[in-house]
């Protein structure tokens, strides 16, 4: 009996029951010479290891009609799905086949949205799947981006360069829809570079450059963010394990109708807002996404909670950093901020339950209601106590999919009984 029971076990070890496909030796090549605005011409090839799977649905296209053009794919058994925007690859006698794709993709949401030309963003984030790949998975990729002498490339990893036109990269086990591509003018931007000690690059736009007190303001508050949250989660900034290989860049656009955003190895903002607002705490958020958020606690939209997770727990945490480093007379008037846009939307139909947040479109709820119930927690257990929860749930979920917010009540409840369960009462509350 025992016997057995030990090659029960041994085969469980050796054998797992379900083995997902695999994506190998991918090369991906984005070319931007002679090409208009908004297009790339993009060859990929990977091998496509089935397991025991019959077919891999890969996420692959943007706008219907007009995002993937001059479609060539050299494989037996593939579908393109424009309306449902993946490719679908079906098995057939070969366990493993190898895939050759070449198409021109056309990006308008690159375009329209960062403003005029001047900045290119390709972001996955925004439903532009400009590269085949399964989502939520990791992947080994050989990347070469070629630009005109007009344009320079800022990736979410950093890519060695030739200095003129030619970009590439091995990217070991990087989250497979975290590959964004920023192409910027030359001749429309000014960059800089400052040392924090670390380097730290920053592109604005020329003629709109902020003044000498924001600039300072932004490298020290940089400067502290990274200090700060390296603490409290335990783990440094700069991380190879993490793929996080440099600090940030930061672009400054002009786009219309867009939100800051942490893109890995850049973050992207408003040149305006930054030259102009009296504060500039946002980026910090940003800052802290390289902790909490997107591409690393991995909830799909459309999942109860998906918002609170990716955003209301990094905001949270910004709110933390302002009450500890930036004193408590800021920190008052940031909460007060937060109380007073939120009694605003308080019992009119945009005051949902924070959990039934699952696309992010309703700001006050995620980043001012959410907020305001965890503080409700934190008063409760204490600031630093309910920061060290958050901090181990990142360092237990990370990189893990799919993920619950429910994880998160968990984790709650693991370490102060009872209390998870009442904060699950606050986020599903109609009203706080
Ligand atoms: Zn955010």
New binding site residues.
């Given amino acids: 009996m025992r016997k057995l029971l030990c090659i029960a076990i041994l085969c469980v070890v050796v054998f797992p029951v379900a083995i997902a496909e695999e994506i190998r030796s991918y090369t991906l090549c984005f070319s931007k010479e002679r090409q208009d605005a908004a297009n790339l011409h993009i060859k990929c090839s990977f091998s496509l290891d089935f397991q025991n799977e019959d077919s891999v649905i890969m996420n692959f296209g943007g706008g219907q009609e007009f995002s993937v053009d001059n479609l060539k794919v050299d494989s037996v058994g593939f579908e393109y799905n424009q309306e449902a925007k993946n490719i679908v690859f079906r098995k057939r006698q070969e366990q493993v086949v190898r895939v050759n794709m070449e198409y021109n993709y056309t990006n308008l949401s690159a375009f329209f949205i960062y403003g005029e030309g001047k900045a290119e963003l390709w972001e996955t984030s925004f439903g532009e799947y400009f590269y085949p790949y399964v989502p939520n998975t990791f992947m080994d990729v050989a990347l070469n981006v070629e630009t005109p002498d007009s344009l320079s490339l800022i990736c979410s990893y950093p890519l060695e360069s030739d200095d003129t036109t030619k970009y590439s990269g091995k990217l070991n086990h990087i989250l497979s829809q975290s590959l964004t591509l920023a192409f910027i003018r030359n001749d429309a931007y000014q960059r800089t570079d400052e040392y924090i000690p670390g380097k730290l690059s920053i592109y604005q736009i020329k003629g709109m450059q902020c003044g000498k007190d924001r600039y300072d303001e932004l490298l020290e508050l940089t400067k502290a963010s990274i200090t700060f949250f390296s603490r409290v989660y335990g783990e440094d900034y700069i991380s190879e394990d993490r793929n996080v290989t440099a600090l940030p860049v930061y672009l400054f656009h002009n786009g219309k109708g867009f939100s800051n955003r942490?893109n890995v190895g850049f973050i992207s903002a408003s040149q305006e807002k930054f030259s102009t607002y009296p504060d500039i705490y946002p980026l910090v958020?940003?800052i802290g996404?390289r902790w909490l958020?997107e591409w690393t606690l991995l909830i799909d939209d459309g999942q109860s909670g998906a918002y609170f997770i990716k955003?209301t727990l990094?905001?949270f945490m910004t709110l933390m950093f302002i009450r500890y480093v930036c004193g408590s007379e800021y920190y008052e008037s940031q909460l007060d901020r937060c109380k007073s846009e939120y009694e605003k939307i308080k019992g009119t139909p945009q005051d949902e339950p924070i959990v039934n947040v699952v696309t992010n479109n309703n700001n006050t709820v995620i980043y001012r209601k959410g907020p305001l119930a965890l503080i409700r927690i934190a008063e409760q257990i204490g600031y630093g106590e309910l920061m060290s929860v958050i901090s181990r749930f990142y360092k237990e979920y990370a990189g893990k999919y799919p993920l619950k917010y429910t994880d998160f009540i968990d984790i709650v409840n693991e370490s102060h009984a009872g209390v998870g369960d009442q904060l699950n009462l606050l986020l599903t509350a109609q009203s706080l």
Wanted: charged fraction near 40%.
């Fill in positions: 942490y958020h940003e996404h958020g955003e990094n905001e």
